[in-house]
């Protein structure tokens, strides 16, 4: 059996269904990338792959129940047993709590393309640069880590009730960490890409090498609360967790930080300083995301009765008022809220952030200037707490100048209050987190945050 | 117990292997290895005794990886074609020359014997993707019923996610495996609040190398009992929402194993991979400060502390008979009377430092090459890392009985550690007051933080063997591109004196 096309896959689905209603999501994803350590190549790889997920609706009296079955399909018989398991699967499902007329009648203008590839010469640039910075790193002591991916994933959402949408999503990073060979002394850099286009390794070498330079004065501090410097790739690390855990179900059920406890949310109540803007767009050009909903099955915060659903800017927080959380048409008719349903992008602006973060180093009399943050995980709900530790770069700054390496620390707090309570920022730039960016979240624009009195928990031995 | 799924064994992963594996010799690779995979899962969330959602996939395709000119190369299709089958082979002998240009150190792999077209099987009863989708709903739907008739439960979720692995392993050398294996990951959470408090309650069962019978089966017989564990919860997270908030300071532990797991395993588990220890997850998951070079030398904890790597282990979520490069699995120590003995290594790990072998020092891997799907390549991950009890060891209650000012800690919920393992941050389901030995209500707001030698020095005593529950998890997540593997972890009920304690208010600032 010769492979199918996207598209055919999709019309074999929907003219085999026997369901009442069905949706048919097809990623076709390609991808590659190249891994080293200690200044050699380790590992690399180029990927293929195609999954079809199909989601069933079978009606029955007034309820609605519904299936999704997922699995590898290149063929029609393949999206054939696909599509049976998923009808057989919502015969003998419950009804759906989240039941919702389906999306109907959209077409995007590029239905009919192919899907969009990549492959390992999209690092025909990058690749000898990398092998000659690996050279050089060697020659001056140094000992460079680092991974580069690039993966274009072209989804296609059929359904039986007329759409015919299509999406191509290129996302690609670049990360290093460089080294001294005592292994004393560490530095990070990380950046997102479309294409590589932008991505010098060479010139990012040298930038790792002027911090490890930082640390020639190693200054010990211990726990305690200081003035901390953080970039907008820390930024972006606590605002995808401020995103994440703004469900809006959650919220009206009195189990996160923006709850109304024992119910209710605090959409319209002020929960950061004025001039605070979190939003998502598909449309923005450097973090563009698919404008549409896909949704293989539902949970709280995502419904497959919302697939196809128009994604539009939505304004989580307008000048530090909560005004929406991320809800399906089904958890809106709970709130009362307009449906604001997820987005794979997030862009935080503060009105008076401008400058740089050099510029934020220049303005500080004494502080910290902590590069990259890590193993970030969730404490409390109710305030948002978070842990994590600093890693790869905590710098002191003295009288704006960056004048050494200091320990690493492991740090309590909430990005909620941290944006009520920052002085400084600078203006928003594309921005990579080092903790979900690479493999849950790539799509990110940040400022660089001065907060006063970052809780720095306990010191951190590790180098 | 069942065998190997005749409709995984209908694929064409033989005849895909064979003209794959041919193409990488023609091409001129000195190793190739070909892996045919299909993975099942399903996963269903109930809420309040709805349900919220119920999703199945099916996922198969297969990999070449290759050695050529010293470096790896590798690639992946999904397309189950015999000219797909040769044009991954060709792309993973191009992509090997692409990055043979950055290569310094050729890559070789450690010695293993060939297993001529060997099977192997997870030991399970009731294949849970043979049980109806609405009977297991029922069962998730009922627990929640059942949480909500709590007084103090507000909201109560379930949730399964079951997996059946198949893999087909070829290599150039001649081994061939066929294997199998299935996990569930039941669960539970309860969630209550006032107008000032909010706090949840989850079950603490563990995620297993078991079939259905671990939801339906006797506890007796090794399944999960969920009938007391009902039970318990609405009035443990009713105590919860009174109790008081913690006061921070240094404390005695009693650690139950439903929480000491997550522990080993960020703390001794990650720290012991030789592929960590050497630089290869530096710039993600972190290095190690256990060094190889420590062998022997590196007081891990207290003498008490025994650990073994353990990839046979019936039950076991990292549980297999040969590993993703062809090698038979096995159990071996890493910490023995509290000093570092061991590390958990892979062929290519293996073949670079051949003195750590289990084998006294015969350059053999001792099994722990891992790849999560065909689209990614394999590399040294977790085996089941254990702390073993004490022969004639004490109770739980013996050991909280040596308690004057403590907490017994019950169930995992919050954790995160630094990237050489040196300073962790964990929390817990249920923090029990210990005062003169006894056990005096639940705390809360408690997180406890200490760094990883002196917690474990700090281990005073560990439980007998009834005490000791093999935990795990599901998702532990490493490598770039990133993988994530099943892992288990046993241990006994533990005392470890003098930790710190904070109060994760006052850590937020309220």
Known sequence: MSAATPQELVERALAASTADDCVVIIHDTTSANLRWANNTLTTNGQMSGRTATVVSFVASGDSVAAASTSGSATTVDEIAGIMRAADAAARLAEPAEDANPLVRDRTSSDWDEPATPTDITVYDAVAPALGEAFGRAAGAGRLLYGFVDHAVTTTYLGSSTGLRLRHVQPTGHFACTAKDTALTTSAWLGAATRDFADID??????????????????????????????????????????????????????????????????????????????????????????????????????????????????????????????????????????????????????????????????????????????????????????????????????????????????????????????????????????????????????????????????????? | MPGIDATFLALPHRRLGDLALARAADLGASHADFRFERIRSQRILVRDGALQGAADADLVGFAVRVVHGGAWGFASGVVLTEDEARRVAETAVSVAKVAAAMTTTPVELAPEPVYDDVTWVSSYDLDPFEVSTADKTAVLADWTIRLCRGSAVDHATASLYAVQENKYYADLAGTRTTQQRVRMQPAFEAMGGTSEVFDSMASIAPPVGRGWEYVVGDPSAGAWDWEIEL???????????????????????????????????????????????????????????????????????????????????????????????GVATQQWDIVRDGMLVGFQLDRPMAALMPELSADEGAGRSNGCAYADSPGHIPIQRMANVSLQPAADGPSTEELISQVERGLYVVGDKSWSIDMQRFNFQFTGQRFFRIVDGRLAGQARDVAYQATTTDFWGAMEAVGGPDTWLLGGAFNCGKAQPGQVAAVSHGCPTALFRDVRILNTTEEAGQ
Not at chain 1, 290 to 298: E, I, L
Not at chain 2, 277 to 306: H, K, V, W
């Open chain 1, 201 to 463: 390794p060479l010139a990012l070498d040298d930038e790792l090498a002027r911090r490890l330079a930082w640390a020639a004065r190693r200054v010990d501090l211990p726990a305690g609360r200081y003035d901390t410097i953080l970039p907008p790739t820390a930024v972006a690390d606590l605002m995808v967790d401020t995103y994440w855990y703004a469900g809006a179900r959650d919220a009206w059920e009195g189990q996160s930080v923006y709850s109304q406890r024992p119910t209710g949310t605090r959409i319209g109540e002020r929960i950061t300083a004025p001039g605070v803007h979190l939003m998502s767009d598909p449309a923005l050009p450097d973090v563009a995301c698919t404008p549409f909903a896909v949704v293989g099955s539902s949970d709280s915060e995502r419904s497959v009765f919302d697939n196809g659903l128009p994604l539009a800017r939505t304004e989580w927080i307008r000048d530090g008022e909560l005004t929406s959380l991320i809800q399906t048409r089904h958890t809106a008719t709970m709130t009362e809220q307009p449906a604001t349903p997820y987005i794979d992008n997030l862009v935080l602006e503060i009105d008076s952030g401008s400058g740089t973060i050099d510029d934020l180093v220049a303005g500080t009399e004494r502080g910290l200037l902590v590069t990259s943050l890590w193993y970030i995980r969730l404490v409390d709900p109710q305030s948002l707490l978070l842990t994590g530790l600093t890693r790869d770069g905590v710098y002191l700054v003295e009288n704006g100048e960056i004048t050494g390496a200091v320990n690493n620390f492991r740090w309590n707090e909430s990005p909620v209050d941290l944006l009520g309570r920052f002085t400084h920022a600078s203006a928003t730039t594309r921005s990579f987190s080092r903790e979900w960016g690479a493999d849950y979240f790539p799509r990110t624009a940040t400022p660089a945050l001065r907060i006063p009195d970052f809780n720095m928990s306990s010191v951190s031995q590790a180098m």
């Open chain 2, 231 to 325: 039970d318990e919860v609405p009035d443990l997270l009713a105590e919860k929402l009174k109790s008081p908030s913690i006061e921070a300071g240094r404390y005695d532990l009693v650690i139950h194993p439903s929480n000491l797991w997550l522990t080993i395993h960020e703390s001794i588990g990650h720290a012991t991979e030789l592929d960590r220890a050497l630089g290869y997850e530096a710039n993600y998951a972190g290095t190690s400060f256990a060094t190889p070079d420590q062998i022997g030398t590196l007081r891990y904890g207290s003498p008490i502390m025994n650990v073994t790597g353990d990839r046979t282990v019936e039950h076991g979520l990292a549980t297999i008979g040969y590993d993703d490069d």
